[in-house]
């Protein structure tokens, strides 16, 4: 072969990308087709956030590329052949400007409907590294091929900056994230939980006790899948083993981390003269109703100083403010012998705060010192907590005992599971277990405090559920199974009847 042979030869085989019109030319194309972002993205195979990054400046490349080339110029073909007099202009299509401020669009079409372009990048709450866009006012990267939260290759670096070693750099390694591109609604949605128990009951044969226990021995996959279902269509990543700082680590292998959940265990240390009918009243789906909670979505990140961000959330150690009103309402950080500062979690943080406002003036503001947080949203898990409540309230009123064990054992066991656990592999977030824990006992401060206000005398206070009250708690609670509702443990009387002088 001679050198002009093998010249010909590189250039057969050399490959120029495909060219594409310009930026404000790409939108016009698929908007005059009545195309949306979603539809276009689906039969590309990418998440229609990569579409509207591709329509506000970025390239695509690969094969890829070549199909969405191929889209475009039909597009611009089939616009023409229906108005020669018309074609497509790439001057004069769609204000560029506009283009960039309407990015978002491609999420609002996939159900992200607070997506805005930042003017300067700003560290992503998943990875820390720059993103150019935020979703509900926290950056992150649209697309999880950007993220360096899903790339092995690029570990994530704790917030200080150095490198994790030791059980860390491994966490590191590990991190996993729930992609972008999971963000797809279905067109019908499963009902994952009573397929699980048809199925249960008709490999036991109807045997109610075996189909439970069947179904209670697998109840932590099955939560971990109904939750990657509810996170479609979702609007945020989840980094689901993130790289954790040491207060969130077990000291010993049987011993705790350094963060207090505020668990009250408080009973009233003098009652009014006079004998007392006391009601022990259950708290219906505690943890259930604590899924609801501000929950950080990235790794944590390090931070001092005394101020609160309330769109972030995480663990902080604050100086508690003296309790003074023990005698009749339980401290809100619960039963706590030792006195000076603790790591304590966001909902204590908030309920605190919320106590030494205006509003209620019960006690001075805490003193933060020093915080690790990510940003936050309170609505991460609804779709998982509705489709648990929805199943247990459809069991109460059908009277499905099956079910009620089933979605119990869902829901408990995910929050307890979800951090140092050999039990579940899917979702290491200790940060997320004391959270939502402690949202559970602030619940129920906040119960305490109601009976106080409505004029009930609050006799007991334990756990997550556990409220004794003295008066008429009906014109106070509604009574029954739901998980707004409370029902009844137990009755009974305290103090002596007044005596009245006579023999």
């Known amino acids: 072969m001679t050198d002009f042979d093998a010249i010909d030869a590189l250039l057969a085989e050399a490959k120029q ?69 018309d074609p497509a202009d790439p001057a004069d299509p769609v204000d560029p400007a506009d283009d960039m401020d309407d990015v978002a669009n491609a999420e609002v079409e996939a159900g992200l409907d607070d997506v805005d372009v930042l003017s300067e990048p700003r560290p992503c709450v998943l990875c820390g590294r720059p993103a150019r866009h935020q979703v509900e006012g926290f950056p992150q990267h649209l697309d999880a091929a950007d993220c360096a939260a899903g790339d092995p290759a690029r570990p994530v670096p704790p917030a200080s900056g150095e490198a994790p070693s030791g059980p860390a750099a491994s966490t590191a390694r590990g991190v996993k994230v729930v992609p972008v591109g999971r963000r797809v609604q279905p067109a019908d949605t499963p009902d994952l939980i009573a397929s699980a128990v048809a199925a249960a009951l008709d490999q036991h044969s109807g ?31 989840v980094v689901a083993h993130p790289w954790l700082p040491d207060i969130l680590r077990k000291q010993t292998a049987r011993g705790a981390d350094q963060i207090w959940e505020a668990r009250p265990k408080w009973t009233r240390p003098e009652l009014p003269p006079g004998e007392h009918e006391v009601t022990a009243l259950d708290v219906n789906g505690a943890y259930l109703s604590a899924l609801k909670t501000h929950l950080p979505l990235g790794q944590l990140e390090h931070s001092t100083g005394g101020d609160h961000d309330r769109r972030r959330a995480g663990v902080h150690l604050i100086t508690p ?85 089933y979605v119990k054992a869902m829901y408990s066991k995910f929050v307890s599971t979800m951090g140092e656990s050999n039990y579940n592999r899917e979702l290491y977030r200790a940060d997320w277990m004391h959270l939502i824990r402690s949202q559970a006992f602030v619940n129920l401060w906040w119960k305490a405090h109601r009976a106080y206000d409505e004029g009930l005398t609050v006799v007991r206070a334990m756990g997550t559920d556990e409220l004794h009250v003295a008066g008429d708690w009906r014109a106070v609670f509604p009574e029954g199974r739901s998980v707004t509702e409370v029902k009844v443990k137990d009755v009974y009387t305290v103090g002596t009847e007044p005596s009245n002088g006579s023999e």
């Open 321 to 405: 403010p003296d309790w003074d009103h023990d005698a009749y309402l339980p401290n809100p950080l619960g039963s706590r012998d030792e006195p000076g500062p603790l790591w304590v979690t966001e909902p204590s943080l908030r309920l605190l705060l919320r106590l030494s406002g205006p509003k209620y003036g019960l006690c001075d503001p805490p003193e933060i010192h020093e915080s690790w947080t990510s940003g936050a949203t309170e609505n991460l898990l609804e779709k998982f907590r509705i489709a648990l409540k929805d199943a247990r309230d459809r069991a109460i009123a059908e009277d499905d005992e099956v079910t009620l064990e």
């Open 207 to 237: 045997d109610v006790e075996a189909a439970t226990a069947a179904l209670v021995k697998r109840a932590i996959p099955d939560a971990m899948a109904l939750l990657d279902h509810s996170r479609k269509g979702g609007r945020y990543d």
């Open 17 to 85: 990308e495909v060219p594409l019109p310009p930026v404000e030319e790409r939108r016009a194309l698929r908007e005059e087709l009545n195309v949306s972002r979603t539809q276009l993205a689906k039969v590309l195979d990418v998440s229609a956030s990569t579409v509207g990054g591709w329509e506000s400046g970025r390239e695509p490349s690969g094969e890829v590329r070549e199909k969405y080339a191929y889209f475009l110029e039909g597009a611009r073909t089939k616009l023409t052949a229906a108005d020669p007099a």
